[in-house]
């Protein structure tokens, strides 16, 4: 049996229905003056609900909106792209999970809610940290292990937290950061601040005991919290349906309601998330299940093409590729001409490649900050850095 059985729902096709409440005039980009005008588009497929009666497929945009989509998007494509390069270079060290592919979730979600209602992730979390309104020298410092990080350099890939706009991070256990979430909501729903908390996990995080015990006490104290599989189709090097009996994640919570959303799709993802939000602050939790693709492999250390096909993997690319979308929507929409749209990409390459060359400017931490943020002293052990020469210390 090959193994992409049961994958080949991977390709689908972009939607050619697409339409605008306003004549299809030609606006720069640059100009402001219609910025705000309302362009309605129709989701590349319908969502599927569970237990609830699913959202329009019309979702409400402007071009304003679709041209921070498409520069979000393509700085977040062009991080992870230096990541890759960085980590090959041994400038980035130890664990790193690239999200290239699935970008669609950080900025549709964004788009729907403030930086008041709660983010909690698992280590994929880079562009999600980019999405609350981190910035790439926060980033590419964080990733290199340097000071100006935004967890000082001692978090690294897997431990981004930005809580001012609340993102709680950048959790390694899989499954772990859900419970969490809900804890989130919890405070939230006690404070009464009509805010809600997002937990992003994978499908194979979705198999895990302690979501659904977390999911219990969420549904039983109609807690503000929404539930997002982020469905890539692959836990590290197996496929969702050689872990999971039921793959239909959206449906997982049994009584609790549940949308299946083209999570490749950053406008389904916004009016999905909307109607979450709308949801859980009246009636408690929700599953979102965002069906979206990784292009590189689980982490560095998996080229990601042993246990899936080249062709699947060009195949959602031509098909289904979230920047492409929305870079076909502004053409067609005659937004902004192909040469502007390959200017923004030149402008955000180069914003990376400053980010890089001033991350690199930052010092590594002081050794003394080895033994600060930490819950448990050490006892005289000693403790080395990534080469174990440069930093030595003793645990006090
Ligand atoms: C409790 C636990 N078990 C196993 C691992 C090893 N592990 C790390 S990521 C991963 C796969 C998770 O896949 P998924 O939830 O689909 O997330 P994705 O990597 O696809 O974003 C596993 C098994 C872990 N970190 N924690
Ligand atoms: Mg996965």
């Known amino acids: ?216 006490m969420a549904a039983l104290w109609d807690l503000p919290a929404i539930l997002v599989c982020e469905n890539n189709h692959y836990g590290m090097g197996t496929a969702e349906w050689r872990a999971a009996k039921s793959p239909a994640y959206y449906k997982r919570g049994d009584y609790v309601p549940g949308l299946k959303v083209d999570g490749m799709d950053a406008l389904a993802v916004k009016q999905a998330c909307k109607f979450a939000k709308e949801h859980a602050l009246k009636n408690g939790p929700i599953i979102l299940e965002m069906d979206t693709y990784r292009y590189h492999g689980h982490s560095m250390s998996d080229p990601g093409s042993t246990y899936r096909t080249r062709d699947e993997i060009s195949g959602v690319r031509q098909e289904r590729d979230p920047v492409e979308r929305i870079r076909k929507l502004i053409l067609s929409h005659e937004l902004a001409t192909e040469k502007e749209l390959k200017d923004i990409e030149k402008e955000v390459r180069k914003e990376v490649d400053e980010a890089i060359a001033q991350a690199k400017e930052s010092p590594m931490p002081d050794p003394s900050e080895l033994f600060t943020n930490v819950y448990v002293k050490g006892y005289g052990v000693e403790a080395f850095g990534a080469d174990r020469k440069e930093v030595r210390a003793v645990l006090p």
């Open 1 to 216: 049996m090959a193994l992409t059985h049961r994958s080949s729902n991977l390709l689908r096709p972009f939607t050619t229905a697409v339409f605008s409440s306003t004549p299809s005039l030609r606006r720069p980009f640059s100009s402001s003056a219609d910025d705000t005008t309302t362009i309605t588009i129709e989701t590349s497929v319908p969502f599927t609900g569970h237990k609830c009666d699913p959202p329009s497929r019309s979702v409400e945009t402007s071009p304003k909106e679709l041209m921070t989509f498409f520069r979000d998007m393509a700085k977040m494509r062009r991080m992870e792209i230096a990541a890759d390069s960085l980590y090959k270079a041994k400038l980035i060290r130890g664990f790193c999970h690239l999200y290239d592919g699935q970008e669609a979730v950080a900025v549709g979600m964004e788009a729907a809610i403030t930086k008041k209602d709660c983010i909690i992730t698992a280590y994929r979390d880079h562009c999600i940290y980019l999405g609350r309104g981190g910035t790439l020298l926060e980033c590419f410092s964080e990733l290199m292990g340097r000071q100006g990080g935004c967890s000082k350099g001692k978090g690294g890939s897997m431990h981004f937290y930005k809580k001012d706009s609340g993102f709680y991070g950048g959790h390694g256990i899989v499954g772990a950061q859900v419970p969490l979430g809900c804890g989130l909501a919890f405070a939230q729903k006690y404070s009464k601040d009509e805010t809600v908390s997002f937990a992003l996990y994978g499908d194979g995080a979705a198999n895990q005991g302690q979501l659904f015990e977390a999911l219990n």
